[in-house]
């Protein structure tokens, strides 16, 4: 009996995600880019309605990366995780920050400027550690046979730092479109 390759079906299963991901949450990063240049409190609570029912499903996309990559590639979320943990870190506060300041902008009235910038701040820096992460996939990470042997701090590259600054001005792009 002829076994079945599972690679291509897994490798289909985790672009088909990267890309709804980067569609998707790509979108509400780049709103939450622009959403402080919303000149008034009528303008924020349009752009924050136009999303509303979306974005906080859109995180869906990279919950499903990430566990595909571990349960079908375990080598490779072996390597690429310690390459880029700090990005990845900041990336997932970020998020968590930017949930926080969605929801507290309807139920503290009293700091809502506060909470406007919390969002806004947060999709950018979530944006930009999206973009260090894929700067340092693009250029490899340092390996020795299956291990990972560079630094943690090996994936901040003058690379990497413009490949976060072009992702922050594509899905701004995408967020004004």
């Keep these: 009996m002829e076994m079945l390759d599972l690679v291509p079906v897994w490798t289909f299963i985790l672009g088909l995600g990267v890309f709804f991901y980067v569609l998707l ?3 509400d990063l780049g709103v939450g880019m622009l959403y402080g240049l919303a000149p ?5 609570n349009l752009v924050m309605n136009s999303i509303a029912p979306v974005w906080d499903g859109n995180e869906t996309w990279l919950v499903l990366g990430g566990i595909a990559l571990l349960a079908a590639f375990p080598l490779a979320f072996a390597i690429i995780l310690p390459a880029v943990y700090f990005p990845i870190l900041i990336m997932l506060l970020a998020l968590v920050f930017r949930g926080v300041a969605f929801e507290f902008r309807y139920r503290d009235s009293e700091h809502r400027t506060f909470w406007d910038h919390a969002f ?3 999709s950018a820096a979530a944006t930009f550690a999206q973009g260090i992460v894929l700067g340092a996939f693009i250029q490899g990470f340092q390996t020795d046979g299956r291990h990972f042997t560079g630094s943690s701090f090996d994936c901040f590259t003058l690379f990497s730092i413009f ?15």
């Design 163 to 177: 490949t976060g600054l072009a992702l922050m001005a594509g899905y701004a792009l995408l967020g004004a479109g």
């Design 25 to 27: 949450d790509g979108f």
């Design 40 to 44: 008034d409190l009528t303008a924020r």
């Design 120 to 122: 806004a701040y947060g």
